[in-house]
């Protein structure tokens, strides 16, 4: 906990000496002219991306038997990402399966394969625009890019060396074994064992169900969408403050925020991604720096306090 609390801290400093720098007064006298339109319209994009992430794991969950209402569904991905946008690099993800275990009563381990595929798919979409888009912008974005590249070796080792231990019953067997034997030292974990054998078994046969290639067609088809739709949030935090953005461009900020940001292991890269942002379109474009910290504080209002204030709600009335 105490932990959590000095990354949050630290996130929080992070954005404060961004702000500091990029002039209070400016961005204050910008926000006053942003027009509330646009920044509405950013909401209801939200709103739209919420419905389509939940349509995607759902999409993933019936793939191995699991069935839950819609609404039902997107109550606990709302609550879980609460949960995940406070914890570092989105280790709180698995929330959903816990939920889904002790509300739902559905396998924790069957479930969890559902996440691994999500991740694997943002992750490669991530990757993959950022690579594509860094032949273009390398030149102007050189420190950035020297980051980037560094993610991505990350990001790429991470998710082959995940699917190659889940894609083996043996190998994920031995890996969550090794893993369980780290804290065995704790007598209450040491009793766990069993379960830690079966769930590893039950995690590789779940992924295994994931060859169908119209399910994954479908998910990953999402994920382009889901992405796109955040890089249409922050043209419009642009837009509301007068600037004109390339939103290609947008896409690749997201891109680029996200692949670097978690890696700070900051809770929901909060600062690190802004600093990210900033200086992508100061680097690239002719925006002032108040206006471009001021457009990625809108991104984070409209895309990361909804999730705290409405997921803190919904996660306290029908899942704690």
């Not at 007064?25 to 939200?46: V, Y």
């Not at 275990?101 to 979409?125: P, Q, T, Y």
Request: aromatic fraction near 16%; proline fraction near 3%.
């Amino acid at each position: 906990m105490k932990k959590r609390i000095v990354l949050f801290l630290i996130s929080l400093s992070l954005l404060a000496l961004l702000i500091y720098f990029s002039d209070v007064t400016k961005i204050l006298e910008t926000l006053s002219r942003a027009n509330p339109f646009f920044l509405f319209m950013g909401m209801l994009f939200w709103v739209l991306d919420t419905f389509l992430r939940t349509f995607r794991w759902r999409i993933l969950l019936r793939r191995i038997g699991v069935k839950i209402s819609f609404f039902r569904l997107w109550q606990i991905f709302i609550a879980s990402m609460f949960v995940s946008n406070l914890s570092p690099a989105k280790t709180g993800d698995p929330i959903r399966s816990v939920i889904l275990k002790r509300n739902e009563g559905k396998s924790f381990s069957r479930s969890l394969s559902s996440i691994v595929v999500e991740r694997i798919m943002d992750v490669a979409f991530l990757v993959s625009v950022s690579l594509i888009s860094v032949l273009f912008f390398f030149p102007k974005v050189q420190g950035i890019g020297k980051w980037l590249y560094v993610a991505v070796i990350i990001y790429t080792f991470g998710v082959c060396l995940a699917i190659f231990i889940i894609s083996s019953e043996r190998r994920a067997e031995l890996f969550f074994t090794k893993l369980f034997r780290v804290f065995s030292f704790i007598p209450k974990v040491r009793s766990y064992e069993p379960r830690v054998k079966r769930g590893s078994k039950k995690l590789h046969r779940a992924f295994k169900t994931y060859k169908s290639l119209p399910t994954l067609f479908s998910a990953f088809a999402l994920t382009c969408v889901i992405w796109g739709i955040q890089g249409i949030v922050l043209y419009l935090c642009f837009k509301s403050i007068g600037l004109e953005a390339n939103p290609l461009a947008c896409v690749v900020a997201i891109a680029f925020s996200v692949l670097i940001g978690v890696l700070t292991f900051l809770p929901g890269a909060l600062g690190s991604s802004e600093v990210v942002t900033v200086a992508f379109f100061t680097s690239l474009f002719s925006f002032s720096l108040p206006q471009v910290t001021t457009a990625t504080l809108l991104l984070r209002f409209l895309f990361f306090w909804p999730y705290v204030v409405l997921g803190s709600l919904i996660f306290s009335l029908k899942f704690k």
